[in-house]
């Protein structure tokens, strides 16, 4: 059985809190996709109305929010959960200032679940990790043209990235944008 999310976790994932009824149940190890969802391994003890923590620096965001909805994701190959996908409600009780989240409609750019949109650009994250980082997309293009025509034609296979083995080891930061990127694409959550 294959588990993306199992391979993608080590190398860009989120330290996430888990608490019910005020106790502190787990923290698990998952990928943060946006302010309303994030992803956590298929066994996490995570409950409809259990409350997460969520500290992500690059976010600006220390929050802990209430789940409403908890859907499986299948494994590529085979039987089984490959892992969960995690809703927050809109009235979350933040961590140390108040603030509430009403969304109304589709989250343009989400590429997951209840929200995935067909106008999804390919590497859209990708080029926002790299402007982040202090560079510009243009810096990266023939990066960038080689994995958006590789998934437009679905031909991610074994070794296409190889010959940008150095740039990825030169910043490595952008290899988890990649990471995350191809995930989406694997799982089938990235419409062309």
């Known amino acids: 059985m294959l588990r993306?999310?199992?391979?993608?976790?080590?190398?860009?994932?989120?330290?996430?809190?888990?608490?019910?009824?005020?106790?502190?149940?787990?923290?698990?190890?998952?990928?943060?996709?946006?302010?309303?969802?994030?992803?956590?391994?298929?066994?996490?003890?995570?409950?409809?109305?259990?409350?997460?923590?969520?500290?992500?620096?690059?976010?600006?965001?220390?929050e802990t929010k209430t789940v409403s909805n908890i859907?499986?994701?299948?494994?590529?190959?085979?039987?089984?959960?490959?892992?969960?996908?995690?809703y927050f409600?809109?009235?979350?009780?933040?961590?140390?200032?108040?603030?509430?989240?009403t969304i109304n409609g589709n989250a343009i750019g989400s590429a997951f679940g209840r929200n995935a949109v067909s106008n999804y650009t390919v590497y859209n994250t990708v080029e926002q990790t790299i402007i982040e980082n202090?560079?510009?997309?243009?810096?990266?293009?023939?990066?960038?043209?080689?994995?958006?025509?590789?998934?437009?034609?679905?031909?991610?296979t074994k070794g296409f990235l190889a010959k940008f083995s150095d740039t990825l080891a030169k910043h490595s930061w952008l290899s988890g944008a990649i990471a995350q990127e191809l995930f989406r694409y694997f799982s089938g959550m990235i419409i062309r």
């Open 4 to 62: 993306v999310f199992d391979r993608l976790v080590p190398a860009v994932g989120k330290i996430f809190t888990i608490i019910r009824n005020g106790e502190h149940i787990a923290q698990v190890k998952g990928l943060y996709q946006n302010k309303n969802q994030i992803d956590l391994p298929f066994n996490a003890d995570v409950k409809v109305g259990d409350q997460i923590y969520i500290c992500i620096k690059i976010e600006s965001l220390d």
């Open 134 to 156: 202090g560079f510009k997309p243009e810096d990266f293009k023939e990066l960038l043209d080689a994995l958006k025509e590789a998934m437009q034609n679905d031909k991610c």
């Open 89 to 101: 409600n809109s009235d979350s009780s933040p961590h140390s200032s108040s603030m509430n989240i």
């Open 71 to 86: 859907e499986k994701r299948p494994v590529l190959k085979g039987e089984g959960i490959d892992h969960l996908s995690i």
